[in-house]
Structure formats: structure tokens, C-alpha cells
């Protein structure tokens, strides 16, 4: 495969459950990054890792905790979500960092599309 | 705050009916302005990067351009395939890419 892979491509869970978002890249890239994309409003940062390290967390409720085990994956760990959380969620990464010196380009993922009941 | 507003919301183009696509933007020291589009189901696809004001760029029936305060997409004899949401994204000093809320294309045959 090449590319950035989501799973699952959908997902509806219960405002109690326990879920995971998987992100996977086989770019050879070192940053990787989620985003979130709800209907009529702009993509949305919400954290950024750097050789596996989190360099950013913009301000996202605590039932989001992402985990990067490597530079190739990234996970979005999901607990007691509310419905206002139901969005698209994507995954992209990058050769460096989106704020070095040097513009930098993302790939993003498919998207895993999230419905909180 | 760096600000990023698309416009229109939303566009309906017959088949070679060409047009602009506006992005304004309000940043402190612009390090890049990026395009993308994105078909439904799918992610962002980048299209180009701009770095400094009257840089032009060109795919297809595709043209970006940038000043100091708006780029525009200009779609040349557009076809229905050139149908997407088009995103707009601005860097400035940091690690953060600012986005638009996008313009959606629609090319009828």
C-alpha cells in the first residue's frame, strides 16, 4: 500500500464507548497529524507529532488522546464522545514539519467518518 | 489570529464555463499559501503552493494566483471531473496551517 491509510473508513459508536481511529503511512515521512472536519466548518488542527514526539496539542477535550508509536502510525483513542463530535476525522503526515522554514506539503488520509449516537 | 475566508460558499459552472475562486487571508508574515481539493469521500489532495505576492502557478485547466492580501484559483473551460470542495490554507511562523471553509465546484455537462 502506499500512501496514508485510515481505519475504519466509519464508525458509530455510543457516547460510552471506547473506540480507536488507526492511521497508517508508508511515505517515509516523520510528522503526522489529525484534523478534524465537521460540515460547514474549516478543517480544524488538533495534534501534531514530530519523530513520534507530540508537538502540539490545540486545545482538544481529553476524551480525544492520540498515541504514535512510530513515525508510520498514528492512533486517536476515543472515549465518552459527545454527538457534537461526529465528524470526519483526518489523518496526514508530512516529510517535516508544516511550520519549518520552507513551506511543507501534506498527504492526508481518506478519513474516518465518526457518528457519535 | 491568522484568518483564512473562502468565497463563494459554493459555485455552479457549466461545462466550459470558466471562473475564480477567492481566498482572502489575514496573517502576520505569510510563509505559504496552499491549495487543495477534495472529492467527496475522500481528503484533501494538494494542488499548489504560492510563497510571495504575483507568484502564479498552472495545472491543467488550473491557475493560482497570489497578492498580498487573496489568492485566487482560476478554472479555465472547466469539465464535470474539476468538480470538488476547494480548500484554501495559509502558514505563517509556526507549525499550524490555517484553512478556509472551502468552495464547492459544481461542473454540469
Known amino acids: 500500500e502506499t500512501g496514508v491509510t485510515q481505519t475504519p473508513r466509519h464508525l458509530v459508536m455510543g457516547m460510552t464507548n471506547k473506540k480507536s481511529l488507526k492511521c497508517e503511512q508508508h511515505?517515509?515521512?516523520?510528522?503526522m497529524y489529525w484534523y478534524k472536519q465537521s460540515a460547514k466548518k474549516p478543517l480544524e488542527l488538533m495534534f501534531v507529532y514530530n519523530f513520534k514526539e507530540q508537538t502540539e496539542n490545540n486545545s482538544v477535550p481529553s476524551r480525544f488522546s492520540p498515541e504514535c508509536p512510530n513515525s508510520s502510525h498514528l492512533f486517536l483513542h476515543l472515549h465518552t464522545l459527545q454527538p457534537e463530535d461526529s465528524a470526519l476525522y483526518l489523518c496526514a503526515s508530512s516529510q517535516r514539519l508544516a511550520g519549518d522554514s520552507g513551506a511543507n506539503v501534506l498527504t492526508f488520509g481518506a478519513g474516518s467518518r465518526l457518528t457519535v449516537l | 489570529e491568522d484568518q483564512v475566508t473562502q468565497s463563494p460558499e459554493a459555485l455552479r459552472l457549466q461545462e466550459g464555463e470558466s471562473s475564480s475562486l477567492n481566498c482572502s487571508y489575514t496573517v502576520s508574515g505569510l510563509r505559504g499559501l496552499f491549495w487543495y481539493r477534495q472529492d467527496p469521500g475522500k481528503g484533501p489532495e494538494f494542488l499548489f503552493t504560492?510563497?510571495?505576492a504575483g507568484e502564479e502557478k498552472e495545472k491543467e485547466r488550473l491557475k493560482a494566483t497570489l497578492t498580498k492580501k487573496e489568492s485566487f484559483l482560476h478554472i479555465t473551460a472547466p469539465k464535470p471531473e474539476d468538480s470538488a470542495t476547494y480548500l484554501c490554507?495559509?502558514?505563517?511562523?509556526?507549525?499550524?496551517?490555517?484553512f478556509g471553509g472551502g468552495t464547492r465546484v459544481l461542473v454540469k455537462p
Open positions: 504560492l510563497y510571495s
Open positions: 511515505l517515509g515521512h516523520n510528522a
Open positions: 490554507a495559509v502558514k505563517a511562523a509556526g507549525n499550524k496551517l490555517t
